[in-house]
Each structure stands twice: as structure tokens, then as C-alpha cells.
T-cell receptor, first 113, second 110 residues
Framework: QQQVKQSPQSLIVQKGGISIINCAYENTAFDYFPWYQQFPGKGPALLIAIRPDVSEKKEGRFTISFNKSAKQFSLHIMDSQPGDSATYFCAASKKGGADGLTFGKGTHLIIQP | DTAVSQTPKYLVTQMGNDKSIKCEQNLGHDTMYWYKQDSKKFLKIMFSYNNKELIINETVPNRFSPKSPDKAHLNLHINSLELGDSAVYFC?????????FGPGTRLTVL
């Protein structure tokens, strides 16, 4: 049973456009929702994260939108740049994080110049 | 300064061998983890550990065992390696939710 579903699997966006990646979760015990960026040959790097007491969080060009009733959250990358080309993972964890992160299957994002 | 480091970066070995991967964090975090990333890039938790509790993902074979000599280190020991163990293994550490990952160890079992 996949507890965090991520879409799309791959995404091509023109430079300057908006990249949108969506995730849905099933377990209502999740209370922390991070997004990770991974470049080839590197470890996942924490990009931005949100807790369910807010509906949106923005850091620079990256925004998380969170819909608690729908159990969905999404990542928006504004003014997408070729350097943003990477694999993006949504994830979720329960309070305290002792069980670790449950990841989505990832989105391969390509920003075309 | 590297926050979470792993050694070795690459590990090639024969089926049936026993191997270890080392992980160190200099962030002063209380909890450390091991994750497995398969050939399709799917990341899955294997273990989480702090100095009080070890939580094991029930799908992890008992050939895999974490060992923590101290709070800053969590090593992964793998016995009787199998072809299906080939993957990238990531160590991570956290305090209050935010997890930081190491650079990974690519294990290839021949």
C-alpha cells in the first residue's frame, strides 16, 4: 500500500514557466510534509517543508500548498530555471519523525532553456 | 563541513559476502536513519535509531543490522549479500522532523 502518491512521474517545463508537482497521502497521522530535491549521484536535499496547521508556505521561488481536508499537497516552482532540473520527492512523517519519512515515487523534472 | 558523511561511496562485492557501510553526522542530531533507494529511485526507510530506541521496517531482512557505537555514528552491516541488495543506501539524521541526508553508498552485488 503506497501511503504517499506523487504525480506526474516526469515533467517538462519551459524556462521561466511554473512547475507543479502533486502529492496525496492516506495516513492522517502524518503531520510533517517535506519536499526533497535530488541531483544525479547526490543525496536528497531538503527543499521546503510544511506542517498541516498552515495552508501555504513560500521560500523564494518554491511554494508548498497544503489541503488538509483533501489530504493533498503540492510544490510550485515559479520562474523555473534549467538548474532546477532534478528529481523531486514529496514525503511525509508522523509526529516526532521516529518512523522515518514515507516518500512518493519521485518526479523527474526537466526545464528546457 | 560535511553534515552527514558516508563511506565508502561505491562498494562492489560478490554474493554471499558480508559488508559494512559507515555513517557519521556532525549536526548533534538525536536520531539517525538508513534508507534504500532502488533502481527506480524509490526511497524506502529501513531503520531509524536514537540512543533509546531502534525502529525496524518490517520488510527489511534480518541480514541487515544497524550498529551505533555512539550518538554521531550509525553503521549498516549486511550479511550474506544477495543480488537484490544492489541499490544506493542513504544515511540521514534529524532533530525534530527535518532530515538531512548523506551522499549515498552505491552497493553493487555481483
Amino acid at each position: 500500500q503506497q501511503q504517499v502518491k506523487q504525480s506526474p512521474q516526469s515533467l517538462i517545463v519551459q524556462k521561466g514557466g511554473i512547475s507543479i508537482i502533486n502529492c496525496a497521502y492516506e495516513n492522517t497521522a502524518f503531520d510533517y510534509f517535506p519536499w526533497y530535491q535530488q541531483f544525479p549521484g547526490k543525496g536528497p536535499a531538503l527543499l521546503i517543508a510544511i506542517r498541516p496547521d498552515v495552508s501555504e508556505k513560500k521560500e523564494g521561488r518554491f511554494t508548498i500548498s497544503f489541503n488538509k481536508s483533501a489530504k493533498q499537497f503540492s510544490l510550485h516552482i515559479m520562474d523555473s530555471q534549467p538548474g532546477d532540473s532534478a528529481t523531486y520527492f514529496c514525503a511525509a512523517s508522523k509526529k516526532g519523525g521516529a518512523d522515518g519519512l514515507t516518500f512518493g515515487k519521485g518526479t523527474h523534472l526537466i526545464i528546457q532553456p | 563541513d560535511t553534515a552527514v558523511s558516508q563511506t565508502p561511496k561505491y562498494l562492489v562485492t560478490q554474493m554471499g559476502n558480508d559488508k559494512s557501510i559507515k555513517c557519521e553526522q556532525n549536526l548533534g542530531h538525536d536520531t539517525m536513519y538508513w534508507y534504500k533507494q532502488d533502481s527506480k529511485k524509490f526511497l524506502k526507510i529501513m531503520f531509524s535509531y536514537n540512543n533509546k530506541e531502534l525502529i525496524i521496517n518490517e520488510t527489511v531482512p534480518n541480514r541487515f543490522s544497524p550498529k551505533s557505537p555512539d550518538k554521531a555514528h550509525l553503521n549498516l552491516h549486511i550479511n550474506s549479500l544477495e543480488l537484490g541488495d544492489s541499490a544506493v543506501y542513504f544515511c540521514a539524521s534529524s532533530r525534530v522532523g527535518e532530515q538531512f541526508f548523506g551522499p549515498g553508498t552505491r552497493l553493487t552485488v555481483l
